[in-house]
Structure formats: C-alpha cells, structure tokens
C-alpha cells in the first residue's frame, strides 16, 4: 500500500514563474492538508481539501498560492509569481476522513517538495 | 491561540545513553492529543508516539517514552539507548479533538556520537 506520494522531490523556479506541486494521497484517502516548513521552522497549516472541495485555507497567503483536489488525479499546489520567501519544503498529508476525534485517524505524511526560489 | 515551544535547537547524545527532548505548549482546550514526529535527513515525517491529555498514563513504544506532565504543559521524549539511526530533526505537535490543524513546535535536531 503506497503511502503517499509527492512529487517532484526538488523543484527550482526563478522569481517570478510557476511552482505546481502534486499530491497522491494514499489509496483510499479523500482528504488532503498541505503544510509548508520554512527553513528551521516547524510545520504549519496551509489547506485543507476533499474532492473538488476546499474546506479551509485559513494558513494559505491571500495571493498567488492556491490549491485543488479534483475527482481524478493528484491535489495541486500551485503558486504563483513565486518569490524567494516561498523558498521552503512543502509536505502533503493525508487521512481516510475528517481527522476528529479519535486517535486513530493518523495524519500520514509525504516526503515532501522542496521548492527552491533563485 | 495554540502554540507549541521546543527551547532546545539542538542536542547532543552518546550513542547507548539516554537523552530527554523538551516540549511544552499552550491551549485552552482540555480535549487534545500530542505527538513527537521525526524527521531524517530523507525529509520524511515519521509518527513515533502520541498522546491522548486525557489519559494520565505516559505512552511507550519501545525505547521511546514520553513525560506528560499536564498541569505543566509539558511533554518531553526521552529516547533510550539511543542508537545512530535516531539522529534526526524531532518535532513536537498538538492538535485539538475534534480538529484536523496540528500546531508543529519548531523541532529540536538531535545528533547521535558513536
């Protein structure tokens, strides 16, 4: 069973271009959070998405970053006119339903894309 | 708001002892669940052990224990014996029953010596 998978590992944009990250989250999951770490900094939340629906993107900048979960295919990340503050890793996670509750709704994580702005 | 606080950027530990990771945080909330993840070289965010506040009894898994001290607001991991491969960044996190948001402390990195 695949975890869940990002890609690409390593992305290099020049300032002003486009950053688009993709999320598969593991078989079964319909829901999908993206965090971004800056460098020696924690995790923090950025969006939360279930199929064809965002739910709270109450930690996403106001401009150039936005996200999607479609029917088919990966959750993107996509960010806009990128500048070199949005130099970080961002990390996709996901859960089988809304993480309530229970301790046994685990958020699993991916390896992460590092997004490096010159 | 939440916040969680890992005062120490690094340590240091002798391969086989003992070394303790501080944690603490704050919330208003008195239904909530802590995690220690770590972090490898690889990127990789590895659960190792969590909490439920309500539950006194301090969890284990293995050589990883925590000290869950909650009128103090504290949670601390202790790894025993440590061995080369728990060298890593370790990262403290809360998360409210009933939310999905964790709040992640800033991680402490731990270097294993052989």
């Known amino acids: 069973n695949a975890g869940v998978m990002q890609n690409p590992r390593h992305l290099v944009r020049r300032r002003g271009q486009e950053a688009r990250l993709r999320c598969s989250p593991m078989?079964?999951?319909?829901?999908v959070y993206w965090y971004r770490q800056l460098p020696e900094e924690g995790l923090k939340f950025m969006v939360y998405?279930?199929?064809?629906?965002?739910?709270?993107e109450s930690g996403m900048p106001k401009e150039r970053f936005s996200a999607e979960f479609p029917k088919e295919g990966p959750s993107i990340l996509r960010i806009q006119q990128v500048v070199r503050g949005d130099s970080a890793a961002y990390f996709c996670?996901?859960?089988?339903?809304?993480?309530?509750?229970?301790?046994?709704?685990?958020?699993?994580f991916g390896n992460g894309t590092r997004l490096t702005v010159t | 708001a939440q916040t969680v606080t890992q005062s120490q950027p690094e340590m240091s530990v002798q391969e086989a002892e003992t070394v303790t990771l501080s944690c603490t945080y704050d919330?208003?909330?008195?239904?909530?669940?802590l995690f220690w993840y770590k972090q490898p070289p690889s990127r990789q965010m590895i659960l190792v052990i969590r909490?439920?506040?309500?539950?006194?009894q301090n969890a284990t898994e293995n050589r990883f224990s925590v000290n869950f001290q909650k009128a103090a607001k504290s949670f601390s991991l202790k790894i025993s014996d440590s061995q080369l491969g728990d060298a890593a960044m370790y990262f403290c996190?809360?998360?409210?029953?009933?939310?999905?948001?964790?709040?992640f402390g800033t991680g402490t990195r731990l270097k294993v010596l052989a």
């Open positions: 998405l279930q199929k064809e629906n965002i739910i709270d």
């Open positions: 078989k079964g999951h319909s829901h």
């Open positions: 919330t208003s909330e008195s239904d909530y669940y």
């Open positions: 996670a996901s859960s089988p339903g809304l993480l309530g509750t229970s301790l046994n709704s685990p958020l699993h």
């Open positions: 996190a809360n998360r409210t029953s009933g939310t999905y948001k964790y709040i």
């Open positions: 909490q439920e506040a309500y539950k006194q």
